[in-house]
């Protein structure tokens, strides 16, 4: 296949890495930043790269959009007209609901457009933090609509697999948004504020151990992307955020309490839980 990879960040140059692992494709890139371009060609994970990419999207069988959410619609805007027909596009944005219906209300109607979410990551941006090792054991998660042919979902799910990915899990984008903000954006959200509520009277970095270090891992954030994620799955974040208030709250008042009963009760639950994942 002619492959284009639109965003050549941290999850698209992966993609770009891992892809050209195969040798079966021919890979394209396309980035506004052209020293992110004259990167991947350096490292010979692109075939040729440009910042506007019409020309490698018209011969493209698959497209991959590396872009933040808002940047999606855009990029389908500018290039309606320009994508091959029978063409398959996908994403990688870990929000769907919100602008699925939008993005098939742009593309032509003989384009399929598989709405994808790779479980996997790195907390830096830039292609610099790119690596194919990324993908190996993750999750990754399609979003099926009614327009979606069976052939190409077969197709995004064997590429996937064959990139590293364990398993390959077909989910409503309603469930994926509710889910993700359970799985992924809650953990952040965590994160962040409990490296911001550090009161820094220590030197902390002198005290941490193992459980700060993984706990914290995420909290160096790529700010303007999980802005968007954030906003963009508001409803279903603000209720996992309140669910987690509430068994913290409970620890609290065990605390509180000097309950050792409740306090032992809620330690093997979260066990047990924790060995069924």
């Known amino acids: 296949m002619i492959i284009t990879i639109v965003g050549l960040g941290v999850i698209g140059g992966s ?17 506004v930043n052209k020293e992110t371009i ?69 593309i032509p109607k003989e384009v399929d457009f598989i709405f994808g979410h790779p ?28 327009k979606n042919k069976e052939e190409n979902l077969s197709k995004i799910e064997s590429l996937v697999l064959k990139i590293g990915f364990s398993r390959v899990r077909r989910i409503t984008p309603r469930e994926h948004d509710k889910i993700i903000s359970f799985t992924s954006q809650l953990p952040h959200a965590i994160a962040v504020a409990l490296i911001n509520s550090d009161k820094e009277e220590f030197d902390t970095g002198a005290f941490i151990g193992d459980s700060y270090r993984d706990l914290t891992r995420i909290a160096n ?10 906003l963009g799955n508001k409803d279903n974040l603000l209720q996992s955020i309140e669910s987690f208030q509430d ?28 060995e069924k994942l």
């Not at 500018?78 to 596009?89: C, M």
């Not at 996997?120 to 609509?145: C, M, Q, W």
């Not at 068994?247 to 032992?264: G, H, M, P, V």
Request: charged share 30%; glycine share 10%.
């Open 15 to 31: 993609f770009a890495m891992a892809l050209n692992e195969l040798q079966e494709h021919e890979i394209y890139g396309v980035d």
């Open 38 to 106: 004259d990167k991947a060609k350096k490292l010979g994970i692109i075939k040729d790269g440009c910042t506007s990419g019409s020309d490698f999207i018209r011969r493209s069988d698959l497209v991959i959009i590396g872009l933040y959410p808002s940047a999606i619609l855009n990029f389908l805007k500018e290039n309606q007209g320009n994508f091959k027909r029978g063409a398959i596009i996908t994403d990688v944005t870990g929000i769907k609901e919100t602008f699925i219906n939008e993005a098939l209300g742009i």
């Open 119 to 146: 479980m996997a990551g790195r907390e830096k941006k830039g292609i610099d933090f790119a690596s194919k090792e990324v993908f190996k054991g993750a999750n990754y998660l399609l979003t099926p609509h009614n």
């Open 221 to 230: 954030i790529n700010e303007g992307l999980w802005s968007e994620l954030f």
């Open 247 to 274: 068994q913290l709250n409970s620890i609290k008042d065990a605390i509180i309490n000097e309950d050792r009963e409740s306090l032992t009760k809620l330690f093997k639950e979260s066990g047990i839980r924790r």
